[in-house]
């Protein structure tokens, strides 16, 4: 297989970009996410894909649960800043305005478009991310609005 | 949970749209997917939902292979007829052109956008359908181009 080809080829694969966020205690983790997708309609549920070493991964995996914000068109800057890494930044939460899910006390954005959580109902390690599927349980909408892509960003979080 | 605002929200969700393909000895599957998503960069590892009671899934199972060929803009009348069921309409891959894939044999559509081929490494059921993840063992691309999303085409699949 040609590597440039196939990074190349992944690369046009269509995404949206989310907030993916959980929290265990004190222990909150946000990320800015896009390899996921709905995997079953009844019942409702998602496949998402976390880096395996992700600061987030592990408080997925303790508190079995996670919300996904949608993040609105025109915010990049927004999706590039929760994207950081937590081991550099791990105080990125603390500079978005928030509020515990009613389902699963996962944050909130404020200033996303929507959200849904979700509660693990398994997962299966694939090399270098661990993929968590898992139950809608509760949903809403902030506002109407035109929803961010991987594409409107420049992002290149695939290949 | 607000089951509309649930399915609005999911709605929301950003997709590509792709024709899925695999072969066994005669037996062609062929449909179009959208709940797909990568999953590792190394190695490079997708996962496909596809239909749990879909003719394709059955193939995809035996053959142990799929392709994605990725649809370009312009092609919504394209992804609506191999969107049809398999059980209604079992002659829909002879309506269009392709060949084998070098690698698996799966069905690449001489008027795709471009493709990877994949082999199963696992398989999860989730809910009314069941997730596959595969490796990607080859990749093309036949011309340069806009892929096509769900959102251009006015498909619902997601809620």
Sequence with gaps: MDNALKKTVLRLFTYGLYAATTKQGDDVGV???NWLTQCSFDPPLLALAVEADSHSRQVIEASGTFALNLYESGQRELAGSLGRTFRKHPEKITEVAWQPGPATGSPLLENALGWVECKVTSSLPTGDHILFVAEVVEAGLNREGV?????????????
């Design 31 to 33: 990320m800015t996410v």
């Design 147 to 159: 929803p961010l892509t991987l594409k409107e960003t420049g992002f290149k979080y695939a290949g």
